[in-house]
């Protein structure tokens, strides 16, 4: 259960970072048409629920996970001293948490927003946001390399 919930947690990124590049691409593009499609639209909404489950998954990794029960049955402090345990365990989680919650801000402003312009420049700034932030805290070297 704990090996397939990391595989899930290992797969998922390469679909919800696609999702949401392809996402801020869009956005470029329609600051000049001033047209936001449906098909924009619908990327934007898939990318946030992905990346919903990929929330829902990393808490399950982290409360249930193999690797995640060894580091904390060492204690907080020895996690907090490990620079590498601290950034598994605790920074990546948080930083991710911080991207996704920007992520669902931001499709929900579009949501409500009246005009395409509007919707537009909520999902440039906040999937934008959420992306560089999850970018700059995913384990790449441990990713790649498993
Ligand atoms: C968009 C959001 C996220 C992305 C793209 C992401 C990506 C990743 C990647 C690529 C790994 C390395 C997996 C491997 O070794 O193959 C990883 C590990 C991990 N992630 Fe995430 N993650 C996200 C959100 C979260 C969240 C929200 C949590 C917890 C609340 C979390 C907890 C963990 C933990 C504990 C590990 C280490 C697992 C282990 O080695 O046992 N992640 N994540
Ligand atoms: C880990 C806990 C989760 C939290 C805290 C959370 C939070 C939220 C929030 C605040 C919204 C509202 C966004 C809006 O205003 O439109 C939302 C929408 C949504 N979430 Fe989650 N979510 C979680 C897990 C999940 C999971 C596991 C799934 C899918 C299996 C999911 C699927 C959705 C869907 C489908 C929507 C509505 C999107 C739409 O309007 O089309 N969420 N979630």
């Not at 992905?50 to 929330?55: D, M, R, V």
């Not at 193999?66 to 345990?85: R, V």
Request: hydrophobic share 55%; with cysteine.
């Amino acid at each position: 259960m704990s090996t397939g919930l990391l595989h899930l947690h290992s797969f998922l990124p390469y679909i919800i970072l696609t999702l949401l590049l392809l996402v801020v691409i869009l956005c470029i593009k329609t600051i000049s048409s001033g047209k936001l499609s449906a098909f924009h639209f619908k990327i934007a909404r898939i990318a946030m629920i992905l990346a919903h489950i990929q929330l829902l998954v990393g808490f399950m990794v982290l409360f249930m996970g193999d690797a995640a029960k060894s580091a904390f049955s060492q204690g907080m402090g020895e996690i907090m001293k490990n620079a590498e345990l601290r950034n598994t365990f605790i920074e990546h989680p948080m930083m991710m948490l911080i991207g996704i919650a920007l992520i669902t801000i931001g499709f929900s402003r579009a949501k409500r927003a009246e005009t395409d312009k509007a919707k537009n420049k909520n999902l440039l700034i906040f999937f934008g946001l959420g992306l560089v932030v999850i970018l700059s805290k995913i384990p790449f070297e441990q990713w790649l390399n498993s």
